[in-house]
């Protein structure tokens, strides 16, 4: 069964750009979420869609959205780049019906934005 | 409040040798799991291994196994037999059944001697 994929792999913008990153969940899966990685915050959760609604969502600004497909697809949106925005962007897809304590996220390799 | 605790930013052992990670976490809820994920520095997170909160046993993935200690809510990784390609960070992980979202601790980073 194939992982989680996620493209671009790498991405550089500039600041004011807006960019656009997408996930395909491993097949079965129809929870999707999202996290921002960086060596000074560290892992922090952008937001989990499941079924195409947004479940839940992190302590970030507005100009982080994203959108979940019917076919379990997600995309995130960053508008209006900031240099803080660089950032290695994780995407993970779990199955349960309900996220659940047992419900293990599985990741896939990531989205390296740096924005100049 | 839910909070994940890895107190060793860095840690070294010699290849072949056993080393143990250390995690505590924070929850009011009595329904959880316990989750430790690999990062190479490639970048992606592997899934290590799983403990539930209401499991009797402690878990165990071929060379992983999760020491688990309910009542001083700590959860350690033990690798044993050390490898090369153990050199990463590791994250311990958790969700309740308060909140849907997984948080995770600052990580330790594991390097592995010849």
């Known amino acids: 069964k194939a992982g989680v994929t996620q493209t671009p792999r790498y991405l550089i913008k500039t600041r004011g750009q807006q960019v656009t990153l997408s996930c395909s969940p491993i097949?079965?899966?129809?929870?999707v979420s999202w996290y921002q990685q960086t060596p000074g915050q560290g892992l922090q959760f952008l937001f989990e869609?499941?079924?195409?609604?947004?479940?839940n969502k992190g302590n970030f600004p507005g100009r982080f959205s994203g959108r979940q497909f019917s076919n379990s697809r997600s995309e995130m949106n960053v508008s209006t780049l900031e240099l803080g925005d660089s950032a290695l962007y994780l995407c993970?897809?779990?199955?349960?019906?309900?996220?659940?304590?047992?419900?293990?996220?599985?990741f896939g390799p990531g989205t390296r934005l740096t924005v100049l | 409040a839910q909070k994940i605790t890895q107190t060793q930013p860095g840690m070294f052992v010699q290849e072949k040798e056993a080393v143990t990670l250390d995690c505590t976490y924070d929850?009011?809820?009595?329904?959880?799991?316990l989750f430790w994920y690999k990062q190479p520095s490639s970048g992606e997170m592997i899934f290590l291994i799983y403990?539930?909160?209401?499991?009797?046993q402690n878990a165990t993935e071929g060379r992983y196994s999760l020491n688990f200690q309910k009542a001083r809510k700590s959860a350690n990784l033990v690798i044993s037999a050390s490898q090369l390609g153990d050199s990463a960070m590791y994250f311990c992980?958790?969700?309740?059944?308060?909140?849907?979202?997984?948080?995770f601790g600052p990580g330790t980073s594991l390097s592995v001697i010849p």
């Open positions: 993970a897809s779990s199955w349960e019906l309900r996220g659940g304590p047992t419900d293990t996220q599985y």
């Open positions: 097949s079965g899966h129809r929870s």
């Open positions: 929850t009011s809820d009595p329904s959880y799991g």
């Open positions: 403990q539930g909160s209401y499991d009797q």
């Open positions: 992980a958790m969700r309740d059944g308060s909140y849907d979202k997984v948080i």
């Open positions: 869609y499941f079924s195409e609604t947004q479940r």
